[in-house]
């Protein structure tokens, strides 16, 4: 028997509420370090929640509630995230001061970073250091989060109604970037592009050395596909979603110009591309013009088909999908690796939220 040390704190259950699918996670520390505990994962129907916005409180609720049950999750205590237009992430400048300092005066820093009235809006701070080039210059640069609490107190409601605790409210570009770097080996001059393509949104974060330094969301994602396709071939957002997924057309719906969906899908993937150039654009234009070395996919929007490599032509950059459970123990007697597969890309916020520990940071 050993003398108890710090009694080890667990890790909380990640719920990822997404508008496409709910995904749980649970990790458990083992050795050096970590071992999957639960995943699970339930799809919703489109119209439950809307860009973020929960339209049916009370079936989202229930279908948290089926989820936790079907896992045998033990635990109350969850983290989960919010992304899309409620929330603002930038690394910003401030003049140098304690943090006492600035925790009182963060408000005030933030207002013109934020363009919703500072009193509807949480920040939370970090402060990241002194730049070397501008140590002469009396400013250093921090990490600056800011969510409506409009958001923060729906999304709550809907965890507390669940039976849960939410413990921790953390944003899907920072679970990205704790997902990342547990799993992979970081380069201090690399520069990453983590890619999420949910079902509404697309968060965009780069990350230096594993280090935040830009990041931002984008409404499109995997439903502008299904809702697309529904349109153009007049079908019902189930078949849609069965095309998109690369299901053969004659066993979904007949007369289906198997041309004109490949045309759809490539349209789409233009769509993304551009996207996702124009926020390099506009990062390189903010940084001192620094290239983006590769990216990583993540997100079930990010399985289309042909994806990978038009972005990759597209941006000229080695482009693949991430795998959340690189350095994550997945007992194959607990889970069916085909499933872990195939839902892997849809986990990396999940995983991101399960590392989290309650007052870690
Ligand atoms: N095999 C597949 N091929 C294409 N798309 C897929 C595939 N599997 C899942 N998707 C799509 O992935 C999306 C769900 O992914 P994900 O769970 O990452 O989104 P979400 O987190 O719920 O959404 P958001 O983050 O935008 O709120 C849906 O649009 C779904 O249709
Ligand atoms: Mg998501």
Redesign the pocket.
């Known amino acids: 028997m050993g003398i108890p040390f710090f009694p080890k704190k667990k890790h909380l259950a990640g719920l ?8 749980l996670v649970q990790l458990e520390r083992s050795g050096k370090g970590y071992q999957l505990q639960k995943f699970g ?1 339930k ?2 129907d489109s119209e439950l ?1 809307v860009d ?1 916005t929960i339209m049916d409180a009370g079936r989202v609720v229930s279908m948290i509630r089926e989820l936790t049950e079907e896992q045998g999750l033990k635990t109350k205590d969850v983290a989960f995230s919010v ?2 237009h409620a929330v603002i992430v930038k690394k910003i400048q401030v003049a140098s001061m304690s943090e006492d300092e600035l925790e009182e005066s963060i408000k005030w820093e933030a207002e013109q970073y934020i363009p919703f009235d500072i009193n509807d809006v949480n920040i939370d701070f970090h402060v990241l250091g002194t730049p070397e080039l501008e140590e002469a210059s009396g400013q250093m640069d921090v990490l600056l989060a800011a969510v409506k609490r409009e958001k923060l107190s729906e999304y709550s409601g809907i965890v507390r109604e669940a039976g849960l605790r939410p413990v921790i409210v953390d944003v ?1 570009a920072f679970t990205l970037e704790n997902m990342y770097n547990i799993n992979y080996e970081v380069n201090p001059e690399e520069l990453v592009a983590l890619v ?8 965009i974060s780069i990350l230096k050395g594993g280090l935040f330094a830009f990041m931002r969301d984008i409404s499109i ?3 502008r ?2 809702e697309t396709i529904q349109r153009e071939f007049n079908l019902n957002f189930e078949q849609a ?1 069965l095309l ?3 299901e053969a057309p004659g066993g979904v719906a007949e007369e289906i110009d198997a041309e004109a969906l490949i045309n759809i899908i490539d349209l789409l993937n233009e769509k993304i591309s551009t996207e996702i150039l124009r926020s390099f654009d506009y990062f390189r234009t903010t940084s001192s013009n620094e290239a983006i070395d590769r990216i990583l996919l ?8 042909g994806l990978i490599p038009h972005l990759s032509e597209k941006l000229n950059l080695p482009v693949e999908m991430i795998n959340p459970f690189k350095n994550i123990e997945v007992p194959d007697t607990l889970f069916d690796p085909s499933f872990v597969e ?1 839902m892997a ?2 986990a ?2 999940g995983v991101g939220l399960a590392l989290r520990v309650e007052g870690d940071r």
């Open positions: 990822d509420i997404g508008s496409g699918a709910i995904k994962v799809t919703l929640i973020g992304s899309g899907d999420d393509i949910g079902a509404s949104v697309m968060n994602g995997g439903n596909y299904s979603e998109k997924k690369g993540s997100g079930g929007g990010a399985k289309v088909k195939e890309p849809l990396s916020v």
